[in-house]
């Protein structure tokens, strides 16, 4: 399966974005489908996920209140929409799929490209 991540860009503090990922060559069914982000120099951070076959979804507690993850399934797509951003919130964001939800990005065989966020101040 490809992953196809899209939605970033340039937002003030305060502002909003939704990130979408949408699998091709295949289908999200049995997945979990996870975001992760990084900023350079660090390592990929957890941020929410998805279990596609039962919509259970899971959102770091750092960005809590903040971020809601969401699934589509007739366009076999993943959204992570993201409220109320804070600066710190600037890193570019991936979207990952495996037949396990994990924390760990190294758990994860399928990666799209990523998007990059940037939040000014």
């Known amino acids: 399966v490809q992953l196809q991540a899209s939605g970033g860009g340039l937002v003030q503090a305060g502002g909003s974005v939704t990130l979408s990922c949408t699998a091709s060559g295949g289908s999200f069914n049995t997945y979990a489908v996870t975001w992760f982000r990084q900023v350079s120099g660090k390592e990929r951070e957890y941020v929410a996920a998805v279990r596609w076959i039962t919509g259970n979804t899971f959102v770091e507690d750092s960005v809590k209140g903040r971020f809601t993850i969401s699934r589509d399934n007739a366009k076999n797509t993943v959204y992570l929409q993201m409220n109320r951003l804070k600066p710190e919130d600037t890193a570019r964001y991936y979207c990952?799929?495996?037949?396990?939800?994990?924390?760990?990005?190294?758990?994860?065989?399928?990666w799209g490209q990523g998007t990059q966020v940037t939040v000014s101040s």
């Open positions: 990952a799929a495996d037949y396990s939800l994990s924390r760990s990005s190294r758990d994860y065989r399928y």
